[in-house]
């Protein structure tokens, strides 16, 4: 493998994602599998592929990606982070695009703790007039 241009992290809910930017003709693999591979629905492979769409780097770079944690919702969200981050720090005139789109803003929901005395974070216990 050859050494990665650059690298950037993104992160959704509990997801952490480690990208890795190599000069390369257009792969992109998570955790030594394609991507196509790992994100088995169209829709979660469209969101990855959004910040290339728009900044037209699908065939310029190749993407190495290291995704843990979360379920595959959140990896997504965090892959599509991580790659928008790492274009930036190559080409510094993508940034005006891709924040344009949203692509730069870490997605900061998360689940919501559960409260003590309650069977969930808001469910309330069913009302008993008598």
Same mark, same amino acid.
């Given at each position: ?13 509990? !997801? ?26 169209? !829709? ?41 981050? !790492? ?44």
């Amino acid at each position: 493998m050859s050494k990665p241009i650059t690298n950037a992290t993104g992160r959704r809910k509990t !997801a952490i994602a480690r990208v890795h930017i190599l000069a390369g003709s257009g792969s992109i693999t998570v955790n030594g599998r394609d991507f196509e591979e790992y994100f088995p629905t169209v !829709a979660l492979q469209n969101q990855i592929l959004t910040p290339l769409a728009l900044t037209n780097t699908r065939q310029q770079f190749d993407f190495n990606v290291n995704a843990c944690g979360g379920g595959i919702t959140g990896q997504v969200g965090a892959v599509k982070l991580g790659i928008s981050r !790492a274009l930036i720090t190559v080409n510094p005139e993508h940034r005006g695009i891709l924040k344009k789109a949203g692509l730069l803003t870490r997605d900061s929901r998360a689940k919501e703790r559960k409260k003590p005395g309650r069977p969930g974070a808001r469910k309330r216990f069913q009302f008993s007039k008598r």
